[in-house]
Nanobody, 124 residues
Framework: QVQLVESGGGLVQAGGSLRVSCAVSGRTSSSYVMGWFRQAPGKEREFVAAISRSGGSTSYAESVKGRFTISRDNAKNTVYLQMNSLKPEDTAVYYC?????????????????WGQGTQVTVSS
């Protein structure tokens, strides 16, 4: 059984930067496609970014493209989401997710494992 633990959330001003991390335990992270989703109050959870097992392929939601960068360090079993030029609308709980099968899928129901989430708040 794999466990995902997010860290690094917090409060930041608009235009600022923040990096959230996801530590993978129970099985090597290279076994999974990894992704980040977020859920704002009163809204459904949405896809943010994902990265292939090797890190050679990434995908981003249009709303974060050019501002966010997903990366992974399989030696450390950790996935990162670097968030730059943050906007108040980026405020949400950010969730790390892992997918056993190949392919980057944007639907949260197709992901197999989830972390508990970390709060990111961007003030205007």
């Amino acid at each position: 059984q794999v466990q995902l633990v997010e860290s690094g959330g917090g409060l930041v001003q608009a235009g600022g930067s923040l990096r959230v991390s996801c530590a993978v335990s129970g099985r090597t992270s290279s076994s999974y496609v990894m992704g980040w989703f977020r859920q704002a109050p009163g809204k459904e959870r949405e896809f943010v970014a994902a990265i292939s097992r090797s890190g050679g392929s990434t995908s981003y939601a249009e709303s974060v493209k050019g501002r966010f960068t997903i990366s992974r360090d399989n030696a450390k079993n950790t996935v990162y989401l670097q968030m730059n030029s943050l906007k108040p609308e980026d405020t949400a709980v950010y969730y790390c997710a892992a997918r056993v099968r190949l392919g980057i899928i944007y639907t949260d129901s197709m992901w197999d494992y989830w972390g508990q989430g970390t709060q990111v708040t961007v003030s205007s």
